[in-house]
């Protein structure tokens, strides 16, 4: 199905009642009966809402608050995996980035006068000094080592709960995203890696990631933890007990999957 999302640029634009509304408290969305809050429940603060697309043909609005009105709950969006309609999630995501990045750069980095929306296209401008800000995207590659049939699943002592997950890492200025992976999987547990092939893709709002997956095939040698991030990291093998995973909504777990899928398609065989 074609994503029905897309992006548009109205610095001029207010939401009117049938706009889509991503109200942020924080990091928080502000939701009433799991769904977005609506105009309604806004009142002047929707008057300060940036537009930023269709969907469906609604036009779609973000806004951060600083209080949350009487009625209305709020949640993150990791809360609301499962809960909001996976692509009213995906758009929730979008929002929240780009108001974080349109308030944020309200004010130049470089010379400190304000900053004003252009007209043209999706950044901040600073009239002093020329200066332009866009949203800003840090890359980061997620992804599965294997080896012999087996892949490495990995605890990171800052995860939400006991699960493992494959590894990840951010991009360092002038890496590959190939050349990333191979140094964060020898650093995070000293293996060296071959045969990098990209896996997909994910945009990940927290805050402002793209999560880019790859598979490596890791050569001889034994785990041996260099990050002291990583509390525990074995081996598994499709038959074996697997550990608590990731939620089926991340690129993590689809990773996953796609090797116990792979192998059991080969037993069928």
């Not at 799991?34 to 809402?49: F, I, K, M």
């Not at 525990?232 to 550990?243: M, T, Y």
């Not at 999957?257 to 037993?267: E, I, P, S, V, W």
Request: charged share 20%.
């Amino acid at each position: 199905m074609p994503f029905a999302f897309q992006p548009g640029i109205d610095p001029s634009a207010t939401p009117g009642p049938e706009a889509l509304l991503f109200a942020f408290s924080g990091d928080r969305l502000l939701v009433v009966a799991d769904a977005p809050a609506g105009v309604e429940h806004l009142g002047e603060l929707a008057a300060t809402a940036l537009f930023i697309g269709h969907l469906d043909g609604r036009p779609v609005f973000t806004v951060s608050v600083d209080a949350v009105p009487e009625g209305v709950a709020h949640a993150g969006l990791r809360e609301l995996f499962g809960r909001l309609d996976p692509q009213l999630h995906g758009v929730a995501g979008r929002a929240y980035q780009l108001v974080e990045w349109y308030r944020s750069h309200a004010f130049c980095g470089r010379c400190g006068h304000p900053t004003h929306p252009v007209d043209s296209e999706r950044a901040r401008a600073c009239e002093a000094c020329g200066a332009s800000y866009f949203p800003r995207i840090n890359p980061a590659v997620i992804m599965r080592v294997q080896r012999r049939g087996r892949m490495l699943l990995a605890r990171n002592r800052n995860f939400r709960g006991p699960f493992f997950s494959v590894l990840a890492g951010f991009v360092e200025p002038g890496e590959a995203l190939e050349e990333t992976v191979a140094r964060e999987v020898e650093e995070e547990v000293g293996l060296e890696v071959t045969r990098v092939r990209y896996f997909g893709s994910q945009s990940w709002p927290f805050p402002s990631q793209l999560m880019i997956g790859f598979v490596a095939t890791a050569g001889p040698g034994q785990i041996d933890l260099r990050d002291s991030e990583i509390e525990e990291a074995r081996w598994f093998a499709p038959g074996d007990e697997l550990p608590p995973l990731p939620g089926p909504f991340s690129i993590s777990r689809r990773l996953i999957d796609d090797f116990l899928q792979a192998r059991h398609q080969q037993k069928q065989r």
